[in-house]
């Protein structure tokens, strides 16, 4: 289900001739031509209008209309922001880049649609019928609760899809956090102290954005756990540290309980990978 969200869109196939009349060319080089002034920013959006559409209907799992879509307003946008933002540096394509970003966009926007509906009070629904009736308060109370039911899981499915491309950074993908999670609990709060500490460390948390591996050696320092017990669940500490420290309300319900005294901590050696 949540495949189709991570594949790429490149637009080998667009026409950058409006761009560039002289010559096809990368849309990296693009980019530089225009933050130098030698290129049109809005002929170079205008360009790509048909891959921002796609990306934006995968995303949203149905037809996006480019000329009535709250959505592609905002993927739109999200384009632009990225021709600002992107840095060629950081190893990634443009279009990757910015399909990043248009996705993180959407996502702010369905959560923010979400939050709005859910705190419509009751009372807002109260209205009198052409005979000065007042409708059923109690069925309209239960056909909010079930558009903000329906709300709240959508919220989460794309949440699990950000968590998921974030994850994919890393080498690895939420589908198989099931098959590395630990099956006893203590060896799982283990893992949630160990990631825990790391995200609140910004140095160590730092390393790990940059280069994209465990600090191994400082983590068994600050825990007291052995080297193999950090190297065997290398991709669990990993998946949940991101956890802690991105933008993932509903996810992070699902790690909160108390951290283990920290004299247990070493007993817990053979937790699998």
């Given at each position: 289900m949540l495949l189709v969200l991570f594949k790429r869109i490149f637009g080998g196939k667009h026409d950058t001739s409006a761009v560039t009349p002289e010559a096809r060319i990368t849309p990296e080089e693009t980019v530089e031509l225009i933050r130098s002034g030698e290129a049109s920013r809005n002929a170079f959006i205008d360009a790509y209008q048909p891959y921002i559409a796609k990306v934006t209907s995968r995303f949203c799992k149905r037809y996006i209309d480019p000329a009535s879509s709250d959505e592609f307003s905002i993927a739109l946008a999200a384009f632009d922001e990225a021709i600002g933002q992107y840095s060629s540096q950081a190893g990634k394509s443009f279009l990757g880049f910015a399909e990043t970003v248009i996705r993180r966009r959407l996502i702010d926007y369905v959560r923010k649609e979400s939050r709005h509906h859910v705190t419509v009070p009751y009372s807002a629904f109260d209205q009198d019928d052409e005979e000065e009736s007042t409708v059923n308060v109690i069925e309209t109370n239960e056909a909010l609760n079930r558009y903000s039911l329906t709300q709240e899981t959508e919220a989460r499915r794309f949440e699990i899809a950000e968590f998921d491309g974030r994850l994919r950074e890393f080498g690895i993908t939420f589908g198989e956090l099931p098959d590395?999670?630990?099956?006893?609990?203590?060896?799982?709060?283990?893992?949630?102290?160990?990631?825990?500490?790391?995200?609140?460390?910004?140095?160590?948390?730092?390393?790990?954005?940059?280069?994209?591996?465990?600090?191994?050696?400082?983590?068994?320092?600050?825990?007291?756990?052995?080297?193999?017990?950090?190297?065997?669940?290398?991709?669990?500490?990993?998946?949940?540290?991101?956890?802690?420290?991105?933008?993932?309300?509903?996810?992070?319900?699902?790690?909160?309980?108390?951290?283990?005294?920290?004299?247990?901590l070493p007993a817990v050696e053979g937790v699998r990978a």
């Open positions: 590395i999670s630990p099956k006893h609990s203590d060896s799982r709060q283990l893992l949630i102290t160990i990631s825990r500490r790391l995200a609140n460390d910004p140095e160590l948390y730092d390393q790990l954005e940059t280069k994209q591996k465990l600090p191994i050696k400082e983590l068994c320092e600050m825990i007291g756990v052995s080297r193999k017990t950090i190297e065997r669940n290398r991709k669990y500490i990993i998946a949940l540290t991101i956890l802690h420290n991105g933008d993932f309300p509903y996810l992070q319900q699902y790690i909160k309980p108390q951290e283990p005294p920290q004299k247990e």
